[in-house]
């Protein structure tokens, strides 16, 4: 069974421009969450994404968005880029219910 | 406000030796616990969780204990093997699952095991 892709791995823009990261879930998973990791702050939960509908938040500003396709895949973008929105994005997916969360390998974005 | 804290950025053991790792939180609303396991360049891979309606979970070398008066939990590793070097994660939810499911991490620990 295939694990959560991520695409790309690695992404340099710089600040002012703007990024779409993707993510595939495991088959079946309807579930996709993203996070954020810097060394400062850490893991930290961006949004959650369940049958294409955004149902949880977490505290970051509007720049950050995302979406759910019908076939649960996801983008997450990122508008009006800034140096501290370098970080590992990481996508995880899960079925749904009371289910174990799976961690795709994450995309490194770099702004300069 | 850190909810979820790991005060110990690394730890260092033996071969065949126990691993502790520590974790404490601030939330009474967390409910559901969990530890990840992260290598360089990879995401973050499920160890083992553990629900507030149990004190001590298991699986193989792997066993997580909470104490939900002292908002504390642990994962011992026992034995400790190379391959468990890694930086480890502690991970807390309001619940197991569900529409309110949404893991608060700590910044981790790295554990280094000696050969």
């Known amino acids: 069974k295939a694990g959560v892709t991520q695409t790309p791995r690695y992404l340099i823009k710089t600040r002012g421009q703007q990024v779409t990261l993707s993510c595939s879930p495991i088959?079946?998973?309807?579930?996709v969450s993203w996070y954020q990791q810097t060394p400062g702050q850490g893991l930290q939960f961006l949004f959650e994404y369940f049958s294409e509908t955004q149902r949880n938040k977490g505290n970051f500003p509007g720049r950050f968005s995302g979406r759910q396709f019908s076939n649960s895949r996801s983008e997450m973008n990122v508008s009006t880029l800034e140096l501290g929105d370098s970080a590992l994005y990481l996508c995880a997916s899960r079925r749904g219910g009371a289910d174990t969360q799976y961690f795709g390998p994450g995309t490194r974005l770099t702004v300069l | 406000d850190q909810q979820v804290k790991q005060n110990s950025p690394s730890l260092s053991v033996q071969e065949g030796r126990i691993s502790i790792l520590n974790c404490d939180y601030t939330n009474s609303m967390f409910d559901y616990f969990l530890w990840y396991k992260k290598y360089p360049a990879e995401g973050p891979t499920f160890l083992i969780s553990i629900s507030s309606i149990k004190d001590k979970n298991e699986d193989g070398r792997f066993t997580v204990f909470l104490n939900k008066s002292a908002k504390h939990l642990s994962l011992h590793i026992v034995p400790s093997q190379p391959g468990d070097s890694a930086v480890y994660f502690c991970a807390a939810s309001p619940n197991s699952g569900g529409s309110n499911y949404k893991l608060t991490f700590g910044k981790g620990t790295l554990l280094t095991v000696n050969p």
């Open positions: 088959s079946g998973h309807r579930s």
